[in-house]
């Protein structure tokens, strides 16, 4: 079982930038891949950025050179650095684990999500 917990949203104005965190409990962090995800009133939930158990990377080509995922094994923490903000970000950030077994998706685990709001 692990659980997530989210931090670092807020308020902040255009061009500003912010650090989520995500921080999980339990064991076997390292072996999960872990995502970013957010859904803004009225839309669909968006899959912002994911880091592989391995470190690899991906991004949704509206954050691609503003936003960067990494990950600490040794504190269990997940981070999204989000550079540039704009009011197009503004959105419930949450935090997603994924086990897979070779390429065969097996479980997940949500975060409760954490308030971005990019305003003037």
């Known amino acids: 079982q692990v659980q997530l917990v989210e931090s670092g949203g807020g308020l902040v104005q255009p061009g500003e930038s912010l650090r989520l965190s995500c921080a999980a409990s339990?064991?076997?962090?390292?072996?999960?891949?872990m995502g970013w995800y957010r859904q803004a009133p009225g839309k669909q939930r968006e899959l912002v950025a994911t880091i592989s158990s391995g470190g690899m990377t991906s991004y949704t080509d509206s954050v691609k050179g503003r936003f960067t995922i990494s990950r600490d094994n040794a504190k269990n923490t997940v981070y999204l650095q989000m550079n540039s903000l704009k009011p197009e970000d503004t959105a419930v950030y949450s935090c997603h684990a994924g086990y897979y077994r070779g390429s065969l998706f097996q479980y997940d685990y949500w975060g409760q999500g954490t308030q971005v709001t990019v305003s003037s």
């Open positions: 339990g064991s076997g962090f390292s072996s999960y891949a």
